[in-house]
């Protein structure tokens, strides 16, 4: 099973993100937007992942962006309610750390 998903957990992760979002506006079936923050953020991770076979860098904000977007997802769907700009907020900045996280690991591929 896991040389199945090797090098397809990112795409398998934003595929069911378009598939449930094309699948929102055409039937109209109301997804969660927890459903979403959780596939977002388990796609940034799995992309992590394969940049850190890359480059070797096992650094801790992108995981850390990862956990705590994922995090807030699982709250959410638990009740937690919070206003849009606070999550907003709270979003883009956990996002800039993971991309952060993901540019300083790919800047230690070594240059051929």
Do not use: C
């Amino acid at each position: 099973m896991k040389v199945f998903l090797d090098g397809k957990k990112t795409f398998i992760a934003i595929g069911l993100f378009v598939a449930l979002a094309v699948i929102s506006l055409i039937v109209g079936v109301v997804v969660p937007t927890w459903v979403f923050t959780i596939l977002g953020a388990l796609g940034l991770g799995f992309l992590r992942l394969a940049v850190k076979h890359l480059s070797g860098n096992s650094g801790w904000k992108t995981y850390g962006a990862v956990i705590a977007t994922a995090g807030l997802g699982l709250t959410q769907a638990f009740g937690l309610t919070l206003t849009p700009e606070v999550l907003t907020t709270v979003y883009t900045v956990l996002g800039s750390l993971g991309i952060v996280g993901v540019r300083d690991a790919l800047s230690e591929i070594p240059k051929k």
